[in-house]
C-alpha cells in the first residue's frame, strides 16, 4: 500500500497547509523570483507548475506572468520547457536543456545566466542573482518525499540546490510526491554559510556524511502542502557506440599507464563522469577492466552506473542527482536495499566544491563540443554563439581535478558531410576552460597526455593523437603558418584566420572546405 | 654584528657541506630538472646560478648545459634571465618576468608552461612535469635563512613552492643568505600530501598558524651550503597615477555601496590584490577609506602594504612573498618588530587554494591586459599570441572569490595613438578567465557590476560603464550587429569581425581604424 500525505507529512500542524495545485496560483506574481528544486531532470516540482502554465494558457496571460527562475540544473520538459512556451521566463540560471527554452534563449527571448554549478548555488545564497531584491527568493517550490516531525524538509531523487533555495526563499509550497517511494535516508544536507562564517566541509572520504538527512527547514514559510503522483520525465537511456567505445579504451589504457607509473593507486582515485554516451561507453569499460574498489564522486547518477554497483567494481557513488531514465528507477527501487548503502547524494555546493575534489583528487571526464589545439575547450556555444545546456559542473571538476581530461569525437557528420565538423579546431571560438585547466584530451583517434608541454608542444600532440585525419593537413598547415607569422610566439595563432572552419561550417554546411 | 654561517646553520653536522659556488658546479648535468627557491623576485638562490652562468660563459658552454626550471613565480633578473641570455634553460614553469627570457619564449627557443599558482605547486609534487623522469626533481637550490638543529631549512624572503621543491628534490643545495637579517618565524609550513592522502587545510582565519616554522627537510639529501650576501633585486617601486586613482575610487565606491546592501561587513573580507600601480591605488584608496580591521589574503606583499599596515587599516596580512623594492626591504627591517606580528608567509599552495579562497571569501582584485563585452579577460598573451608573464594566481582567486574583480584602463597609447588600444574588445583574442568567473569589472571610466546579468545585459552594462569613449560606437555597432546576425543568440558574436580591432592595431598601429 502506497503511503498517504498523513504518512509522509510527519509534522501533524503542517496537515492544514494540505490544498490543491490550482490553490497555490494565488501565491505567484509576475516579476517574482522563483527557486525550484530539481537537478538534471530529476526531483523537481510537477503538480503546481503544471496548474500555473494550465492557468496561463488558459486566461491568455501569455508574457503577463514571467518569473525568474533559479533551478539547480535541467528540469522536466512538461514543466519549464512548457513555461518557456507560454513564455512565462524572464530570467533562467544556470543550465537547461530544453528545445523550447533553448529556442527563446537563442533568440533573446529568455535571459540565461550560464554558472559553474558549485557556485551557483552558493552566490544565490548570497544574494548577487536577485541583489536588487534584497538577495531573496519570492517563492521555492519544492518537491519533497517526506516532512519531518519537525517540519525538515526530506527531499526527493535530487538535492542539487534546493537546501539553498529552501534557505533563502520568503515562502514555500511543497509537492509530497507520494507517487514514490521515499527517498529519506539518501540525502547528506551540509548548508553552508555566508563569509566570514563559511565552515570547514569536513568531507576526507566520499563515504563521510558530515550533515543530515532532510533540510533545516523555518516551517513558517511553508504556505502550502500539495500531493504529486507524477514521475520524474527521466532522461532517455542512451546507448553506446563505436566512437564512444574507443574513447573509453583510451582511458582505460591511460588509467593502466598511470597506475603503473604510480601516478595512480591501483583503486584509482574518484570519479567524475559527465553525462552522455561517451560517459556510458567509460563507465562500461570501468566496469569490465581490471580496476576494483572504485569510488565515484560526481554530480549526476546515471543508469550505467546501476551496472558498475552490480558488478562489484564500484564500492560507493556520491552524487547529487539520480539522474535516471525511467527504466533505471524500475531497477534503481528493485535494488533499493543494495543501492541505498551504495550511494549518497549531496548538495551541489558540495559534490561540485574545489575544496573537495581537489583534497580527494577527482579524476574530472567531461565531454566539450569542440577544443582547439592548445587546449582551450568549448562546453557551451554551438559556433561560438548558440548557447547549448550550460557548463554545469565541467568547470568545477576540470579545473580542480587530479588528472582534468576531457574527451569528444574527433569528427561529427553535418548536414551534407559525414566529417563536416571536426572536434579539433585551430581556436575555439568560445571558451569555458582553459589551457591553464586541461590534462588530458581524449577522441577516438588517441589520447593526448598535455602535462608538462609548452602550447606548441601541446598543438603538435594534440593533432598527432586527437585530431581526425582528414583535418590533420590543415591544422598542422595553420599551426606552421602561425608559428611563421609571429615567429615563434609562445602560443602562435593566425587571428585573422581564426574561425576559417566554423565560417567555413556556417557558410557551406562543412568544415572541409578543401573537399569541395 | 652580522650573523656567521656558523650561527645560522645550527645543525652542526652539515657544516662540513660548507663550500663555494664554484664547488657547486659539479652537481650540474644538460638536461637536468631543477627548482629554486624564490617568488616574485625575493627568496631566489643567487651566487649559485650566477657561478654557473660564468662557468658557462668562461668555457662556451652556451646551449650545451640546459636544463628546466620550476621556480614557484619570477626570479631576479641576474640570475634567470642571465640563464636565458647563455641559452642555459630549455623548460621553464610557470611564470616568468625576465626579458631575456620573454624574448626567448617568444621566439621558440624557451618552452614555457603558463600554471595557475597554486596548481603549479601541487602538479610538480604530483610528478606531472617530470613524469618522463620518475617526476622527481634532480637538484634544489634554495636560498636560506638559517637551518635548524635538526637540519630543516628556515626559507628567506619567500616561500612559494620551496617546501614542495624541497619534498621531491633527489639533492638541494642551499645558499644561506647572511648579507640579510634572518626571516625565521614569519613562515607557516603546510605540506600537503599526494591524493587519496590529502588532508583539510585547516584555515578559517587568516591569522591561523597550521605548520611549521621551517620546511620539513632530509638533511641527507643536502650537498652543499654555500654563503650568500647578495640582496633580492626587489620590483621597483611603482607610482600611481591619475587612471589607476580614478578606478581605485571606483572600487571604494563599490566596497561602501556593498557594505551599505549588507553584502559585505564593515570591514570587508579578505583582500587579494594583484601587483602593479592600479593595486597599488586601490590599496593607497583603502588605506585613507573609512574601512577598518582589514585583512589581506593575497599573494604578494608589496611596498604600498607597508603604509597600510602603518595606517592602522589594516590589520593582517597574509602572502607567499614579500616583494618589496629595495626601499621597502628598508623600511621593512627598520619596523621589523611591528610588521613580524601583522604578516604571516604561506606556501603558495595554501595561499592560492581555492579551498580556503572559498571558506574565508577573499576579494580577488587583478589586473588583465584587457577584456571583453562578455567578461572573459587576456591575462596573457599580447594580441593573443605573445607571452607576457603568465597567468599567475589570477585564476586561482577570480574563479573562487566572493567577488571577483578585474581592472585596467579603459585605453592605453600604441606607439601612434594616444588611445590606440582600447581595454574593452569584442572579443578577447586569448581567454584566461572566463564569463562563468568574472562579478566586477573595472576602469577609469566606471565599474559593471555584472552578477546577475545575461551575455547581451552584460555587454551593454561594460560599454556603457567601462569602455572609453572613443570605441563605445564601435563596440555597440559589433554588438548589435552580431545579434542581427544571430537573431539573438544567447552569446552574439561576429566571427568574421572578432578581432578586427587587434588586426588593426598589429597591421595599422591602432585600434581606432576610424580615425585615419
Redesign the interface.
Known amino acids: 500500500m502506497a503511503d498517504t500525505m498523513q504518512d509522509r507529512v510527519r509534522c501533524k500542524e503542517l496537515h492544514k497547509l494540505f490544498t490543491t495545485p490550482e490553490n497555490c496560483i494565488q501565491y505567484f506574481k509576475d516579476g517574482m523570483n522563483l527557486g525550484w528544486s530539481g537537478f538534471t531532470p530529476v526531483g523537481y516540482p510537477k503538480v503546481v507548475p503544471i496548474a500555473l502554465a494550465d492557468y496561463v494558457e488558459k486566461n491568455n496571460l501569455q508574457g503577463k506572468m514571467k518569473f525568474n527562475l533559479f533551478i539547480g540544473a535541467s528540469v522536466g520538459a512538461e514543466t519549464e520547457d512548457r513555461w518557456a512556451s507560454l513564455n512565462m521566463i524572464d ?1 533562467r540560471w544556470p543550465y537547461q536543456t530544453g528545445k523550447e527554452l533553448g529556442k527563446a ?5 529568455i ?6 554549478l558549485s ?1 551557483f548555488a ?2 544565490l545564497k ?7 531584491q534584497g ?1 531573496r527568493l519570492d517563492l521555492a517550490i519544492i518537491e519533497a518525499s517526506a516532512i519531518t516531525e519537525d517540519g525538515n524538509i526530506i527531499l526527493s531523487g535530487s538535492i542539487g540546490a534546493s537546501n539553498d533555495i529552501i534557505d533563502i526563499a520568503d515562502k514555500i509550497i511543497i509537492e509530497i510526491n507520494t507517487g514514490l517511494p521515499s527517498f529519506e535516508g539518501m540525502h547528506d544536507i551540509f548548508m553552508t554559510d ?3 562564517y ?3 566541509i ?1 568531507i ?1 572520504d566520499a563515504r563521510q556524511r558530515i550533515g543530515t538527512p532532510w533540510v533545516p527547514t523555518d516551517k513558517s514559510k511553508i504556505v502550502a502542502i500539495v500531493e504529486s503522483k507524477l514521475p520524474d520525465n527521466g532522461r532517455a537511456l542512451r546507448g553506446t557506440d563505436d566512437v564512444a567505445q574507443a574513447i573509453a579504451d583510451n582511458i582505460v589504457d591511460f588509467f593502466s599507464a598511470e597506475v603503473k ?3 595512480l ?1 591501483k583503486n584509482l ?1 574518484p570519479l567524475q563522469s559527465g553525462v552522455g554516451s561517451i560517459a556510458n561507453a567509460v563507465v562500461g569499460g570501468l566496469t569490465t577492466s581490471p580496476f576494483e574498489n572504485l569510488i565515484v564522486f560526481t554530480e549526476v547518477l546515471q543508469d550505467t552506473f546501476l551496472d558498475f554497483m552490480d558488478s562489484g567494481k564500484c564500492k560507493y557513488i556520491n552524487c547529487t542527482s539520480l539522474s535516471l531514465s525511467n527504466e533505471g528507477f524500475e531497477i534503481w527501487w528493485k535494488n533499493f536495499d543494495k543501492y541505498k548503502d551504495m550511494v549518497l547524494m549531496r548538495p551541489q555546493q558540495v559534490s561540485n ?3 573537495i575534489i ?4 577527482a579524476i574530472g571526464m567531461n565531454t566539450p563540443l569542440e577544443f582547439d589545439i592548445y587546449a ?1 575547450a568549448n562546453s557551451t ?1 554551438a ?5 547549448l545546456n550550460g ?1 554545469g559542473g565541467s ?1 568545477d571538476f576540470e ?2 581535478s ?1 588528472i582534468s581530461m576531457m574527451h569528444c569525437p574527433s569528427v561529427r557528420p553535418s548536414k551534407t558531410d559525414e566529417f563536416g565538423i571536426s572536434g579539433v579546431v585551430p581556436k575555439a ?4 576552460h ?4 586541461i ?1 588530458v584530451l581524449v577522441t577516438e583517434q588517441g589520447l593526448a597526455d598535455l ?4 602550447p ?2 601541446r598543438a603538435r600532440c594534440i593533432i598527432d593523437k586527437c585530431a581526425h585525419p582528414t583535418y590533420k593537413d590543415y591544422l598542422t598547415d595553420w599551426l606552421d603558418r ?2 611563421k607569422k ?8 593566425l ?2 584566420e ?2 576559417k572552419l ?2 567555413e561550417l ?1 557558410q557551406n554546411g562543412t568544415m572541409r572546405f578543401w573537399n569541395k
Not at 111 to 116: E, F, Q
Not at 126 to 132: A, I, L, P, R, S
Open positions: 530570467r534563449i537563442n533568440s533573446g527571448k535571459r540565461m545566466g550560464d554558472k559553474h557556485m552558493q552566490d548570497y544574494g548577487f542573482y536577485t541583489k536588487d538577495g555566508v563569509p566570514p563559511r565552515k570547514i569536513p576526507t607509473a604510480g601516478r593507486p582515485l566544491n574545489p575544496e581537489r583534497r580527494l583528487g582551450h556555444h559556433g561560438g554563439t548558440k548557447m557548463i568547470g579545473r580542480n587530479y571560438p568560445h571558451v569555458d582553459t589551457e591553464h585547466d590534462d602535462r608538462g608541454l609548452c606548441v608542444d602561425a608559428i609571429t615567429g615563434g610566439h609562445h602560443e602562435p595563432v587571428l585573422e581564426a574561425y566554423h565560417l556556417e
